[in-house]
């Protein structure tokens, strides 16, 4: 069997230092930052104190994408050494959707695999064995 090309890349999570750790990052890898949004810039209201948090960060460190973003206030239970998601595109629509509910069998589901508010689909799940999974696709529902 062949498998389904895919790149897996880390996704980190920080708890309001995550423009700091991405650029220091960035510096130490000699990459670039790519992608720098905060919440303030999502649809809808946005509590204060989050509005300044990243939403979403990219750095690109050759063929690798080191992405991060920092957690919202209201989200509990955060734990640094527990931050580390895989994040993946494993093909078109229908390979995305397959893809997360065998992640999602025996495990638990963060956020279901639906389309966005920028268009593309993203899920989140953590396996069975307690890894953290994201599963994203373009938008284009192929």
Known sequence: MIGIPVIIHPYLYFDGDCEAAIRFYAEVFSGDVAALSRYAEQP?????????????ATVNLGDTALMASDV???MTGFE?????????????????????????????????????FWGAWMGNVTDRFGVHWMISHAGDPD
């Open 44 to 56: 809808g209201d946005v509590p204060g104190e989050d509005a300044e948090r990243i939403m979403h």
């Open 72 to 74: 919202p206030t209201s």
């Open 80 to 116: 640094a050494g527990d931050n580390v998601h895989l994040s993946t595109s494993p093909g078109d629509l229908a390979t995305c959707e397959r893809v997360f509910a065998s992640l999602a069998d025996g495990g638990i589901v963060g956020m279901p695999f639906e389309q966005q």
